[in-house]
């Protein structure tokens, strides 16, 4: 015998508008106010005397895509950015247009936007005029992928670095260029080998390189994301590696034990290797290391101007 479904029950339901009433909406009150930008009050352009010049205001945390160009393949991608834009403000300014440093996003979108300097150079000094102001900031960091083989069997992964660009304009002081790249490294504890029997621990070194570029650098001769991922990478214990077989790990384990590394030599090494780069002028460089065998992290750091020789 075939069985009969059993009838489930059923729940009368209010209709929707009264289930939006049940949980507080309410009719729309009588308009008063102007419908209509003319007639609207324009608070952020009010011209008094408010105290104070601001350094900086605008928006931030703003996500978007960019297309990243890059002299190791994959030599075109796309990943997801995240801008601030700022400028500064006078004391006679109650306040800036926000609404107009996404304009200037949206307006620029349209032709594809990328993290090329000379095209960011333009959307700064364009976002400046648009804010009506005389200078203009923009803060862009995103993921850099590239492609890392295995240094035995040659098997081809990816890895990823954290890049970032300021780019500041002055309608009289022209543009100062910031760059900055997060690289991960191995570095192998000298001590440790050297107390040690046998063994040594190693463990993870966050690297960031913050550098200022000369007027003259030239990103389609030289891309400074490569130039910054080598300066960390050549002078680590070892490379980190997407894919490793047992030759691979082999290699890499040997090739720290041979290379040990504190995290003062790292960011020494590093810094020579960027006052020998021509087009940095200046430079601060970060090492954290992870500790393995310890609860703590150790960290070192170095600043250098070229143009001043400190």
């Known amino acids: 015998m075939k069985h ?14 009264k289930r939006h009433q049940l949980f507080g909406s ?3 009150a009588p308009k ?12 952020q352009n009010t011209k008094k005397d408010f105290l104070f010049d601001l350094d900086a205001v605008g928006v931030t945390k703003v996500k978007h895509p960019i297309l990243i160009y890059s002299f190791m393949p994959p030599y075109t991608q796309t990943s997801v950015a995240e801008f601030t834009f700022t400028s500064s403000l006078k004391q006679t300014n109650k306040g800036t247009n926000m609404s107009r440093f996404i304009e200037q996003l949206a307006s620029y979108q349209k032709n594809g936007f990328s993290t090329d300097l000379e095209l960011l150079k333009k959307f700064t000094k364009d976002m400046a005029k648009r804010v009506e102001q005389q200078d203009a900031t923009i803060e862009v960091s995103f993921p850099w992928f590239f492609e890392r083989q295995a240094p035995d069997t040659s098997l081809i992964g990816l890895n990823h670095a954290n890049a970032s660009i300021k780019m500041e304009y002055h309608e009289t002081k022209g543009f100062h260029i910031q760059l900055s790249l997060g690289v991960s490294i191995t570095t192998l504890c000298p001590c440790s080998k050297e107390i040690s029997e046998y063994s040594a621990h190693n463990q993870r070194g966050n690297v960031t390189m913050e550098i200022r570029v000369s007027d003259d ?9 490569k130039v910054l991922l080598e300066a960390a990478e050549s002078n ?6 997407p894919i490793l077989k047992r ?7 040997e090739q720290a034990y041979e290379n040990p590394r504190f995290v003062e030599d790292m960011v020494r090494l590093i810094a020579a290797d960027l006052y020998e780069t021509p087009f940095i002028e200046k430079f601060k460089v970060t090492c954290q290391n992870e500790e393995s065998i310890h609860m703590h992290d150790a960290i070192a750091e170095i600043t250098y101007d070229k ?3 400190i």
């Open 217 to 225: 650098y030239q990103e389609e001769d030289l891309d400074w994301k």
């Open 26 to 28: 309410v009719k729309p």
């Open 247 to 253: 030759t691979d790990e082999k290699f890499v384990t």
């Open 32 to 43: 008063t106010k102007p419908v209509d930008k003319m007639h609207m009050a324009d608070l």
């Open 236 to 241: 680590a214990s070892a490379r980190l590696h």
């Open 4 to 17: 009969q479904a059993k009838a489930l029950p059923v729940k009368q339901l209010p209709s929707k508008e």
């Open 307 to 309: 143009t001043k020789g």
